[in-house]
């Protein structure tokens, strides 16, 4: 049982179904493994995951093709039920349940898909309405909930087009409303931006960090995509071969990242491959007369503004060169790499080094130019 939670309902065998919580959990994955069996030898596509995902917060999960990605997302809402291990959403323990229990409780977990998965002879309208349909609504009551997310995803003038009338991202934001219709608490994004080119990616990501602020909706995005995550995560797992390796907060991860696959994941983003101009240096790790130091600089929130080098510069009568520098955006918090050759006295670059040390900053030394 999730920490925090108390057990209200109970069956006959002794197993609880349903929970009241007392904490910030909306999902909860305890112990829960996947295997495929088959002639040709068992898969074990998730091994004894532990995961908590808070209320209101975007999760993003990350990894290689066949890592385990899907299969946990999906083991979220049962479409591929567990090996071992419980999974519970919003306080209910969805492993327990029966089927008739399980098809209540999704319809407050929409999803949405890579390739949309419209169909296609319905029009927007009847597209969005189909899962209300199904439920048994009424053509008002359906009414009621279609026009305010045709008006939310922008596609009010669209209603009656066609999903091969639309264009990619138009697919997708139909596949948002339509996960949207049961009055969700919780959206499962399987690879939901793969399929679209970078400008309509960032209009579907502006509209879930969009949907996440209005409606404190729980968002679980399943990508590949490392720009789609420091854009809109709060916090990342890493998985690889079935396991989760690594996870926290989005940006503590990426500019701290402790497994050799998350190193490779977030290399390209947080630039930590060294420029050409530096890879073709002749560089030693020791200091010789005139040499000079390279030295790589990370800066984040605050101090990316900061007039950090200047300030060196003053103190401790070196020259500073910059010969590599960015900055980008994790989410809402700057962070910015320098590459800088310091030049001076031996001192003077030895205390230099100690006075980045000092400020607080990730500093790594490349090495020293002769």
């Given at each position: 049982?999730p920490?925090g939670a108390k057990?209200?309902?109970t069956k006959?065998?002794g197993?609880?179904?349903a ?12 112990n829960?493994?996947?295997t ?9 596509a998730l091994?004894t ?5 808070n209320a ?5 999960i990350?990894?290689?093709s066949?890592?385990?990605k ?8 049962m ?8 999974v ?6 969805l492993?327990?349940?029966?089927k008739t229990?399980?098809?209540k409780?999704r319809?407050?977990i ?7 998965n ?6 927007v309208y ?10 048994g609504?009424s053509?008002a009551?359906?009414?009621k909930?279609?026009r ?8 009010e ?7 091969s009338?639309?264009s ?5 934001r139909?596949?948002?409303a ?6 969700p608490?919780v ?18 990501l502006?509209l879930l ?10 968002i ?5 995509q490392m ?7 709060d ?7 079935g ?9 503590e991860?990426f500019?701290?990242p402790q ?5 490779e994941f977030?290399?390209?983003v947080?630039?930590?491959?060294l ?7 002749h ?9 000079k130091?390279?030295?790589r600089?990370s ?8 007039p950090?080098v200047?300030?060196?510069?003053k ?6 060169s910059i010969?590599f ?11 910015g790499t320098?590459i ?8 003077g670059?030895?205390?230099a080094?100690?006075?980045l040390?000092?400020q ?7 090495g020293?130019?002769?």
């Open positions: 049982m920490e057990q209200v309902a006959p065998n197993t609880y179904t929970f009241r919580k007392d904490n910030n959990t909306m999902i909860e994955l305890v829960v493994e996947k495929y069996y088959s002639k040709a030898g068992d898969i074990h091994k995951t532990n995961l908590s995902i209101g917060e975007i999760f993003g990350i990894g290689l066949g890592a385990g899907s299969t946990l997302v999906r083991c979220i809402n479409l591929e039920r567990p090996t071992a291990g419980k519970y959403v919003d306080g209910q323990e492993t327990s349940m029966n229990e399980l098809n409780t319809q407050g929409g999803m949405i898909f890579q390739h949309f419209l169909l296609a002879s319905r029009t009847d597209n969005i309405a189909f899962p209300l349909e199904i439920q609504m053509k009551e359906i009414d909930r279609v305010p997310l045709l008006e939310l995803v922008q596609l003038t669209r209603a009656n087009y066609y999903p009338q639309l990619g991202g138009q697919k997708q139909v596949g948002i339509r996960a949207l219709a049961s009055n608490k959206l499962l994004c399987d690879e939901a931006t793969s399929a679209l080119d970078p400008q309509t990616t960032k209009s579907i502006d960090k969009d949907i996440n602020k209005k409606m404190q909706l729980t679980v995005l399943i990508t590949h720009e789609v995550v420091t854009e809109i995560c916090r990342v797992a890493v998985i690889d071969n396991e989760i390796i690594e996870q926290g907060n989005m940006v991860v500019t701290n497994h050799e696959t998350t190193k977030t290399k390209s947080m630039n930590a491959e420029p050409e101009i530096i890879k073709n240096m560089l030693t790790e020791s200091y010789v007369d005139n040499s130091l390279i030295v600089i800066f984040l929130g605050d101090s990316a503004s900061e950090i200047s300030g060196m510069v103190k401790f009568d070196v020259d500073v010969l520098g960015n900055i980008a955006q994790l989410k809402d918090v700057p962070f320098l800088i050759e310091i030049s001076g006295s031996h001192e670059i030895d205390k080094l100690e006075y040390h000092s607080n900053l990730k500093t790594e030394v490349i020293y130019e002769s």
